[in-house]
């Protein structure tokens, strides 16, 4: 990393090659790079997939998980939570970075490389997009009791809502003065030229009628099937489209079509089971009317697709999980319902539909000021310098 006039020095530490937080931690850090006192670097894999983009440096030290066949890629992922936190630490010391500053969080190790993090004189910040983990990797107890550890150890944590700050400081005990809470910013998927008709023309979506998206990755806890449960408790004439696909340890695409025919709402829901390329990701936003994010309430992230969809300022109807209706209840940029079962979702779907049949506006344009990349990288410089 050039070090001509900048202030401070700071490495995001990034363990996946993609995915949602790393299109985050790729966002703020180019937010952070366009400040000329701030060196910023991406400690990452060979396969990062936003290397050499937007202003920031690059340093490819860390051990590649992937691997198209599954056993060498479990391999690899189990072997990485052992090297690439010591060499981003070893990588951090040679290039006497000030902060190092954890995308993701390595706790299933981190008696392993806590001893060399706490001779490094490196100070330690992490990102908490979730708290607490759903899935345990080998043994729960075990993983809880080093994750907590951990958030004990940072020097400063970040999250994305006041119900985070509580949800931290209750499961660590961490101080609440070593939690800041950041914006997350909008994700644009390029300009998109084409009016909603003629997309919907080139979707092969109805024009008589309401359409929702239900978008990105289908697992489990987002609740798809309460969405189509509560497509059968509105007469409200809509048609959803689900937009990507699932499987692995969650419930895959074939799951929803059976419960779509079982319910009676086949010819309502359009299925698009596949990876939808970034070129294809603003024409079904733009497509669309509003974004369904109905997800159960264990759901304590913030969300991508709620931020895809501000950005194309299309509203979004989310379930009780407490940082998506805390972020709705704060902004007017859609429907909160009271909770996450196909009844409050149904209710949902009637207020949204009211809503958008009487010209209501939603403020976007406050959303896009308030969560930016740039008050994100504000207050995230403005913590480091806390901490240093």
């Keep these: 990393m050039a070090d001509s006039g900048v202030s401070l020095r700071v490495g995001f530490y990034i363990f996946f090659p993609g995915g ?90 981190f008696p392993y490389w806590r001893s060399k993090l706490e001779g490094s004189g ?19 107890r075990w993983e809880d009791r080093q994750l907590k ?17 509580r949800e931290l400081a209750a499961f660590a005990g961490v101080d609440r ?42 697992r489990d806890e987002k609740n798809l099937d309460g969405l189509l449960r509560a497509l059968t408790l509105t007469d409200r004439p809509l048609h959803l489209v689900v937009a990507g696909s699932g499987g692995g340890r969650h419930r895959d695409v074939d799951h929803y079509r059976r419960q779509a025919s079982a319910l009676g709402v086949a010819e309502q829901v359009r299925f698009i089971p596949r990876y939808i390329e970034d070129g294809e990701v603003g024409e079904l936003f733009v497509a669309a009317d509003w974004v369904a994010l109905p997800y159960r309430s264990v759901f304590t992230s913030q969300s991508g ?27 007017d940029i859609g429907v909160a319902c009271s909770g996450d079962g196909p009844e409050a979702l149904a209710g949902g779907i009637n207020t949204m539909h009211r809503r958008l049949d009487d010209g209501h506006e939603h403020v976007f344009e406050d959303y896009r000021r308030r969560f930016s990349w740039q008050e994100n990288a504000r207050r995230t410089r403005e913590v480091y310098e806390s901490i240093l």
């Design 177 to 218: 003065d070593h939690i800041h809470v950041v914006p997350h910013g909008l994700y644009s998927h390029g300009a998109v030229d084409a009016a909603p008709a003629t997309l919907r023309e080139k979707w092969e979506l109805p024009r008589d009628r309401r359409v929702a998206l239900f978008f990105g990755q289908i």
């Design 305 to 331: 697709v709620l931020n895809v969809a501000a950005h194309y300022e299309r509203p979004v109807l989310v379930s009780a999980a407490p940082v998506l209706h805390e972020t709705v209840q704060d902004c």
């Design 20 to 109: 949602g937080i790393g299109r985050y931690t790729h966002n703020l850090m180019a937010a952070m790079a366009r400040r000329d006192d701030a060196g910023v670097e991406a400690l990452c894999t060979p396969d990062y997939e936003w290397v050499g983009t937007d202003g920031y440096a690059t340093w490819d030290g860390l051990a590649s998980i992937s691997h198209d066949i599954a056993t060498l890629r479990r391999w690899r992922f189990l072997k990485g939570q052992f090297v690439n936190p010591t060499r981003a630490i070893d990588h951090a010391v040679s290039t006497a970075l000030d902060v190092l500053h954890l995308a993701n969080i390595n706790h299933l190790t």
């Design 149 to 165: 550890a951990f958030y004990r150890y940072a020097d400063a944590l970040f999250v994305h809502s006041e119900y985070q700050v």
């Design 122 to 140: 490196v100070r330690v910040v992490a990102s908490a997009h979730d708290v607490k983990r759903r899935k345990s990797i080998i043994s729960r």
